[in-house]
């Protein structure tokens, strides 16, 4: 149960630390790009004087410069040394059970649980790299599987007005939109304690994906 918590822990970390990553990139970036610009006086208004090395080493700026890149490094630091375990799980799939799992195509990546596929010799590895286990399936555990989401409702402006008396008032008028999210593939194996297994990831990633299993396993 420890395992299944710490495996839940480290998904969860994962999932934020794409998003995280990117993020406190681009603001690092924009920061240190400002503070160049500043440096050297571009954009600087007329009549304003061009401040000091040192107070741009001690302003604010150089303190949230300082703050993004080493939540950037933290975050970009886990990501790498989970697709380095990642990897070197796979490798040692390879290695010990004489197969050849596409170490660059892993189902759920950057999860710590992820499927491999052995195109070749049509076999699969459910791996958890937290744990380092892993269990083998034929294709034919593979059942089917399909793009899933979820429809939520809710009223939004639709750019026109309706009047509301005689005087002329007008008021914004609403319509009823349907928004898909929370995309995922889901897919249907042969396990009966746990028929259903959910990726969670982007449309275009899941329409990717299905794409990908159907040339996996029609292959």
Known sequence: MASVWKTAGVGAAAGLAVPVAGLSGLATVG?????????????????????????????????????????????????????????????????????????????????????????????????????????????SWVQAWRVTWREVERMEMNGGSRQVNATGMSVPTFERTVRAKDFALELQVANPQRPLLSFPMSRRAAEIWCARLNAIFNA
């Open 31 to 139: 920061l240190l790009l400002f503070m160049v610009l500043t440096m050297f006086g571009i954009g600087r208004p007329a009549g304003v004087s061009q401040p000091s090395l040192w107070q741009l080493l001690s302003s604010k700026t150089m303190l949230y410069l300082l703050i993004s890149g080493a939540v950037f490094a933290f975050a970009f630091g886990f990501l790498a040394r989970l697709q380095a375990r990642s990897k070197a799980l796979v490798e040692k799939i390879n290695a010990s059970e004489n197969l050849v799992l596409d170490g660059g195509n892993l189902l759920g990546y950057p999860a710590p649980a992820f499927l491999a596929f052995d195109s070749r010799q049509r076999k699969l590895a459910a791996c958890d790299v937290v744990s380092g286990e892993y269990t083998l399936h034929d294709f």
